[in-house]
Every structure is written in structure tokens, then in C-alpha cells.
């Protein structure tokens, strides 16, 4: 790897060595510059910016991070104009409080830094030691802003679970104001942060939301929906949840908000709110303890009716499972039957063990029960009451390139085509080569392939030795151009492109690459190469 050997802490240095991926997790560095295409052409068609977020370090110095969920946010924008016209590229660290403060304090990542400046969900403020409770007691955990970057009533906001949305400026990516949501008639605004998976409804562009809500009492979770045009809060209600956990993602069908909710829990927060722990350590694995009723723990699903959130239940699966994605749900009616089927991707093994990864990256070494499969999970309704009807592994999930599902996480589809029961194809990173530590291809999962038998049902992606590819983004071809015209065969859903960030962990350097979204395996459209590497990020949006 050529990661900087002069300015990087040599415990780092060292790790990097031994596993090459991780100079992937590097801090980023801001730049305005114009990509270098360096293979294939750009699609005329192709017009538009790409917005992608993540945790640009999750080291200041020598000191790390609590987890890598905890890295400040670092958003990077591509914008194309078509096949003749540059494609302009911009880094930014979103100016949270949390980094201002670490700035103040110092915050040169090459420098001798030892301790947090801020507190974080999993991070304690402050040298490690006897008193560092003194200098955590009573602090919230302070805002990352590093998980999504999400266009909604034209406006760009940078999301995470740890507070409220960031505005951003759509070509500069300066930080502007927290978005609140806010309703002048009703003067209402959000009452808890937002999580970084709510979801737009593909038919109104109104966003549909939630959040947990902690603190004394109750745990709740806070579910809402907002305007697609004004932004402003429409409605939103709390609703009592079984016990204290963490939510990233909820399905979104025509009729219904749908969220798993898996037994990562806290069950005592005192450690927390006396100093002594980062509120995030505090979760465990409960599947197996006793509710109140004498049951074992486990995951339940809350489903919500979108007309009416007073309209809600929770209904227990018959095992515990953990998850952080959703894939789609759709609504059906059979027989006078309602049903829902929401597909996931559902954790391959042990939420400790993956935990641990994430709480150590430059330790980390990812595996195949580190990852995920798709999983979908039916949901009947009758005499009123909703049941959990029946869990299915959509296709096989193993290691065999041409007839499994690979291990996988952050799964993408076309956004248009979400809520829909004919929506075949996700796009998902996937770990092609178990000993590679690391999530490093891209595969496309056709939902109805074990009814069509063929191996194209499965095509991969690998972008080649010590080269890792990053989260997908699917970008539909513009309305009203035809197949043809774009060079695709396939049905509307897969015309388009598939945009990734793939990182080189020989050269320390991040190329942008296209792919042609029905046929991925065929390769590279187009390969343009940035200035400096991107850190591996978590989503983003076209």
C-alpha cells in the first residue's frame, strides 16, 4: 500500500500492512478538482451528481474512534453533464459541532493528537484513565452526521442516527443549518433525530421517518411524515417500544411502514449517564432473556398502518435475528387476505461478532457470518391481527459465484420502483473472496432467479486483486429515452447504471466507476480516477 508512510501513526501504518483494505479507512482529505477518464466513455445520458456519505476518518491522530459509526461525516459529490463535459468532483467534511470542537482542540490527523476532543455515541471524550468519567458525566453523545445524503424539498441533508438532518450546499457541500422540519401553521418540528433511512414515498416524494427517542421511562420511537414540497412536519407520533435498541432502516410499502426490531438492547443506562461508558458499548445481545409474559426476548417486527399511526402492532418472530437493511415490501391481497412481504438482509451470523468488527476497524477482519442474505419474511392478517407467517431464503445464499447469493451488505435498487411486488433486482456489495477481509464486489440478486434457473441470475462484479468496491448506487436512464437509445436490452427497471467508488489499496486511490446495470459483469463503462482516496462511506443518493 502507499498509504503516506511519514504522516501516518505507525500503529496504523502497521495494521495497514497487514491488511491492505484498511488504508481504505484513512481520513479523507477536502479537494475541488475535475476526474480523469482513464477508461471507456461517459453515457451522454448519464447526467446529473452523485452525493455519497460516510465516516471520513475514524481516527484524529493516534486516537480512534469508538466504532466506525462514530467517524466524522465526509461527503463527496460527482457531477455529470454528459459524454464531452468534465466531471467535477468536491470533498467536504460536514461542520458539525462535534468536529468544530475537535478542531479547537486540535485536530491535525497526522500529528500527536491521543484523545477525543468530543463525546460520541461510542467514543469517551478525553484521555483514558481513572477520571476520565469527569470529563463525560451528564454530555450527550454528539452528532456524526456521517451515514446518508438524501435530496428532499430541494434541499440536500446529510443524515445519521445521531441527531437531526445538516443542510448542505448541493455545490459547494458547505454545512449550513440544522433542518427541523419545521411547520409555521403548526409550529411543530421533530421530536426526536432522524434516522438516516427514512424513505421517500416514489409516488408523492413525501418522507417518511422515525427515531428513537431515549431517556428516562419509556423508550419510544418516534414516527413521522413530512412534505415533499415545504419539507414541513405533517404528522408524527410516538410510539412505545418493548425495550431500548438500535434501528437503522424500516420498509416502506403502499400501506404500511414496516420495522424490525432486533433484541440489541441496553438494559441499564446509569453507566452512561455517570461518564463511565459510551452509550453505544452498553448494547447487548438479549434474544434470550425473559419478557415480562415468561418469553424468550427475539426480534418483532412493528407494523405500521401509513394512513393512521395510532394504527399499529408488534408481532414476534418465531426466531431472533438481526439486521441493519431492508430491501423492499410490498402489500397483497389474496382471498380477502391482507398480506405483507418485506424482503431484508438479514446478518449471516453473531451481532457481537460483527459488532466487534465495527468497534476496531483498523483491527478488523470481515468474514463471510459478518455479512448478510436475503431473506423474506410474510406477514397475514386475520380476524384483525397481524401474524408472522412465514420466513424464505429468496435464493440460495453461499459462495459459489454463478448459483448463490454472495455475502453481502448495503443492498441498493431502482428508488423508483420500492414498494413494488414485481421489483426484481438489487444490487448488493459483496464479499466475492472470503480471505479479502473486507466487502470488495458487486453483485446483482435477481429476486425471482430461483424461478427462472439461470445463472444470469447472479452476475458479479470483481474489480480485481487489492482493489475494494464501495457501496452501489443505481441510476435509472432519464424518462422517455428509450432502451435502444441507451444501448440496453433489459426491461425498464435494470436501464441504467450502477455508480461505485472502487478503492486500490496498492496505490492508495479511489477510482469512480460505471457500470451498465443489466449486465454488470460485463465491466466498466467508464473508469474515472480522483485526485486523492476516498474512505469508504455507507450510502448516498443520485
Not at 78 to 88: R, S
Not at 260 to 265: A, D, G, V, Y
Not at 350 to 368: C, H, I, K, Q, V
Request: glycine share 8%; aromatic share 10%; net charge negative.
Amino acid at each position: 500500500s502507499r498509504v503516506p508512510e511519514k504522516s501516518t501513526p505507525k500503529k496504523f501504518l502497521h495494521r495497514i500492512r497487514e491488511a491492505p483494505w484498511r488504508g481504505g479507512l484513512e481520513p479523507g482529505k477536502e479537494v475541488d478538482s475535475v476526474l480523469e477518464l482513464v477508461e471507456g466513455s461517459i453515457p451522454d445520458e448519464l447526467r446529473g451528481s452523485l452525493y455519497r456519505n460516510g465516516p471520513g476518518r475514524v481516527r484524529v491522530g493516534e486516537a480512534e474512534y469508538g466504532h466506525w459509526f462514530d467517524g466524522d461525516g465526509f461527503v463527496t459529490a460527482a457531477c455529470f453533464k454528459g459524454t464531452d463535459q468534465p466531471v467535477k468532483f468536491c470533498s467536504r467534511y460536514v461542520q458539525t459541532e462535534r468536529i468544530i470542537s475537535q478542531q479547537k482542540e486540535g485536530s491535525d490527523d497526522d500529528g500527536e493528537i491521543s484523545a477525543m476532543a468530543v463525546r460520541g455515541a461510542w467514543t469517551q471524550r478525553g484521555k483514558a484513565g481513572p477520571l476520565q468519567w469527569l470529563s463525560n458525566i451528564f454530555r450527550q453523545p454528539t452528532n456524526p452526521s456521517n451515514t446518508h445524503v438524501v435530496s428532499f424539498a430541494n434541499r440536500l441533508l446529510s443524515l445519521a442516527e445521531g441527531g437531526l438532518p445538516l443542510e448542505l450546499d448541493s455545490k459547494t457541500l458547505e454545512t449550513g443549518k440544522e433542518f427541523r422540519f419545521f411547520n409555521a401553521t403548526s409550529g411543530d418540528d421533530l421530536k426526536s433525530f432522524c434516522a438516516a433511512h427514512s424513505r421517500c414515498d416514489p409516488e408523492t416524494g413525501n418522507l417518511f421517518g422515525f427515531g428513537v427517542v431515549f431517556g428516562p421511562g419509556t423508550p419510544q420511537l418516534n414516527i413521522f411524515e413530512a412534505d415533499a414540497t415545504s419539507g414541513a412536519m405533517l404528522r408524527q407520533d410516538a410510539l412505545p417500544l418493548p425495550f431500548t435498541t438500535f434501528i437503522h432502516d424500516m420498509a416502506l410499502s403502499k400501506n404500511h411502514m414496516v420495522l424490525f426490531i432486533p433484541p440489541w438492547t441496553i438494559e441499564d443506562m446509569t453507566p452512561f449517564l455517570l461518564g463511565n461508558q459510551a452509550v453505544g458499548k452498553l448494547f447487548e445481545w438479549t434474544a434470550n432473556k425473559l419478557s415480562s409474559s415468561g418469553k424468550k426476548r427475539g426480534t418483532r417486527a412493528l407494523i405500521v398502518d401509513r394512513s393512521d399511526f395510532s394504527r399499529y402492532q408488534f408481532v414476534e418472530l418465531p426466531k431472533a435475528l438481526s439486521l441493519y437493511h431492508v430491501i423492499n415490501a410490498f402489500d397483497e391481497c389474496k382471498n380477502e387476505e391482507n398480506i405483507i412481504r418485506v424482503a431484508i438482509a438479514e446478518l449471516r451470523g453473531s451481532r457481537e461478532n460483527l459488532e466487534d468488527n465495527f468497534g476496531n476497524m483498523y483491527s478488523a477482519a470481515f468474514e463471510a457470518d459478518n455479512e448478510c442474505r436475503p431473506v423474506e419474511h410474510t406477514f397475514r392478517k386475520r380476524n384483525g391481527i397481524w401474524l408472522h407467517d412465514q420466513r424464505r431464503e429468496i435464493i440460495p445464499s453461499g459462495l459459489n459465484h454463478s448459483s448463490d447469493s454472495l455475502p453481502f451488505e448495503l443492498p441498493e435498487v431502482n428508488p423508483s420502483w420500492l414498494g413494488r411486488p414485481d421489483l426484481r433486482f438489487v444490487y448488493t456489495n459483496a464479499l466475492t473472496t472470503p480471505s479479502s477481509g473486507f466487502i470488495d464486489g458487486i453483485q446483482r440478486i435477481d429476486l425471482l432467479g430461483s424461478e427462472y434457473g439461470s445463472d444470469e441470475a447472479w452476475p458479479v462484479w470483481e474489480p480485481g486483486s487489492g482493489r475494494y468496491a464501495g457501496s452501489p448506487i443505481f441510476v435509472p436512464r432519464p424518462h422517455g429515452t428509450s432502451s435502444e437509445a441507451v444501448g440496453f436490452t433489459s426491461r425498464e427497471e435494470d436501464a441504467g447504471w450502477v455508480l461505485v467508488y472502487v478503492y486500490d489499496s496498492d496505490k492508495h486511490r479511489t477510482d469512480l466507476v460505471v457500470l451498465d446495470a443489466s449486465k454488470i459483469n460485463n465491466g466498466p463503462v467508464a473508469v474515472l480516477r480522483l485526485p486523492v482516496h476516498a474512505p469508504f462511506s455507507f450510502h448516498g443518493s443520485w
